[in-house]
């Protein structure tokens, strides 16, 4: 599929294409590439770093506004869920009103969700305005990307994509740190209302610099069935992928919403041959490189999003660490994304994305196989040089994925593909949570009555053992008060050895879906429509 923006040679020099909304290019700060991209990211670490940075405050909000934990489980899945459901949508309004007033819309309404949740006295406006904070954020996350698509010429696009991952990365992996700082020397009020000064700092750089951008031949009218029929079916998986530990993967309820999203997909399917102008134009995925950039997208997240998960509660609850420190042990993994994706871009640049793809997720799936090597005592050196061979390995797909998606697709759909590029991720988090939090379960309830039996542990009821399973699979010790300090000893002991053997299993198992994803990144090339950005001098 080829873009059909026209290129003005008489334009702004070096054969770049004329602004697409008409105007003249911008001189000094307006339009300016690397500016843009400054502002961009400014706006975007407010939503990665929110997607990490509360589990930290989750135990001050539930103590201060005695939440349970049902409850304080919503906080998270609140945002992810309307995040996840509205990211193409919010795609496709950037495409039709312009990538700068979406962006800054977003950036608005995610700081005044943000302070608004800071301000509030009770769990349900917290988690009313958490689902703002999820829909602004998906309004801004696909703009950004149709920004940088806009302004930067092809041969500096993976550049910013890379330092545009980057901030991602190091926002997501950062999120603990900075949260257990304000957590524990501020309030957990702190965490939110942080967002307001870097928002009101995203709208005035957005003010001045940003300059819009719109194809020629965007979409003019809306697919609202198809809004609806997409929508409904993303609720319904995303749902369903939240409930399932709760409700269990055999329950009748988890299989009747992931049919209702399988029938709400292939309506949509259908639909969407018969608009005039569809959400999503299924000859997008006639695109191998397209279709495989976005399924490495959902690879890549079960395997990093589930398996961090499981390492916030080994460092914390096994090696006993503070949320400050648990943070700090994560320094390499963001360190090697923060040093890794700007160089990945530049490589991706020269060499195209395969063979970085190729690398960046065999790195994954090795750094998930060593994590599985990992035991209760364990050193903070071997540690360290697992969590940095995984950012290595993530660097290259964060750019090399995004690339592949939005510069396979025409510049008028940037936005929407920005929108696939993020749901992916978001519905691979998602899906790693979930599966590798059963694979977790499932291996915990199968090896904790023998360990326990064989500790000579008192025997439990089964209610009495559902409820230690829980609590192990979170690496927690199910000590009750009172008890003798050798058989707490024990507990501990059988606790952390059971808690370990289902975290090996369930790196194991993200180190497959590393190697499985190894050979979706050999499906995908540069961007047939990379070169159709703006490229707004001044590079």
Request: charged residues 10%; contains cysteine.
């Amino acid at each position: 599929m080829t873009s059909q923006i026209t290129i003005d040679a008489t334009g702004p020099g070096d054969g770049a294409p004329a602004a697409p909304s008409g105007r003249a290019p911008g001189k000094g700060l307006r339009g300016h590439p690397w500016f843009t991209l400054v502002t961009v990211a400014v706006g975007v670490m407010m939503v990665a770093l929110d997607g990490t940075i509360v589990a930290i405050a989750n135990p001050a909000i539930g103590k201060d506004l005695g939440a349970s934990w049902s409850e304080l489980q919503w906080i998270t899945n609140a945002y992810f869920l309307a995040l996840a459901v509205s990211l193409i949508t919010a795609g496709k309004l950037g495409d039709r009103f312009g990538h700068r007033q979406t962006f800054l819309i977003g950036v608005v309404g995610f700081a005044a969700a943000s302070g608004a949740i800071g301000l509030s006295g009770s769990i349900a406006m917290v988690v009313v305005f958490r689902v703002f904070q999820g829909l602004f954020g998906a309004l801004l996350m696909p703009a950004a990307l149709g920004l940088l698509r806009a302004t930067f010429p092809a041969e500096k696009l993976n550049m910013a994509i890379g330092i545009w991952g980057m901030v991602i990365g190091a926002s997501t992996a950062g999120g603990p740190i900075l949260g257990g700082v304000l957590v524990e020397h501020v309030n957990w009020q702190s965490v939110f209302f942080i967002n307001v000064p870097v928002g009101v700092l995203a709208v005035a750089l957005g003010a001045v610099i940003l300059l819009d951008h719109r194809a020629e031949n965007a979409p003019r009218s809306f697919d609202i069935l198809g809004i609806a029929l997409l929508s409904a079916a993303m609720f319904c998986l995303v749902w369903a992928l939240i409930k399932a530990p709760e409700w269990g993967w055999g329950d009748g309820w988890t299989w009747t919403f992931v049919a209702v999203s399988v029938v709400g997909f292939a309506l949509f399917a259908v639909w969407e041959t018969k608009v005039k102008e569809p959400l999503i134009p299924l000859a997008l995925f006639r695109s191998v490189p397209l279709s495989a950039g976005v399924a490495l997208m959902v690879l890549m997240a079960i395997a990093f999003m589930g398996g961090l998960f499981f390492v916030t509660f080994y460092l914390q609850n096994v090696h006993g660490m503070s949320p400050v420190d648990a943070g700090l042990h994560l320094l390499p993994l963001t360190g090697m994304m923060i040093v890794g994706s700007p160089l990945a871009g530049a490589l991706i640049t020269k060499a195209g994305p395969r063979i970085p793809l190729v690398g960046g997720m065999a790195l994954t799936a090795i750094a998930m196989y060593g994590m599985s090597t990992l035991e209760k005592d364990t050193g903070s050196g071997v540690m360290s040089l697992w969590f940095a061979v995984l950012g290595l390995g993530l660097a290259p797909v964060m750019v090399g994925a995004t690339e592949v998606i939005v510069g396979n697709a025409p510049m008028e759909l940037s936005g929407v593909a920005g929108g696939l590029q993020q749901a992916a991720m978001q519905i691979g988090g998602s899906l790693g949570t979930a599966v590798l939090g059963a694979v977790m379960a499932s291996k915990v309830d199968n090896d904790l009555p023998g360990n326990w039996a064989r500790a000579g542990l008192p025997e439990l009821s089964p209610e009495q053992l559902g409820q230690a399973a829980e609590a192990v699979q979170q690496g927690v010790a199910p000590v009750p008060g009172g008890t003798p300090e050798p058989v707490a000893a024990k507990i501990t002991e059988v606790a952390h050895d059971t808690f370990i053997s289902g975290m090996s299993l369930a790196s194991l198992v993200a180190a497959g879906v590393a190697v499985a994803a190894v050979l979706v990144a050999l499906l995908t090339k540069r961007g047939e429509n990379a070169a159709a950005g703006a490229g707004v001098g001044h590079i």
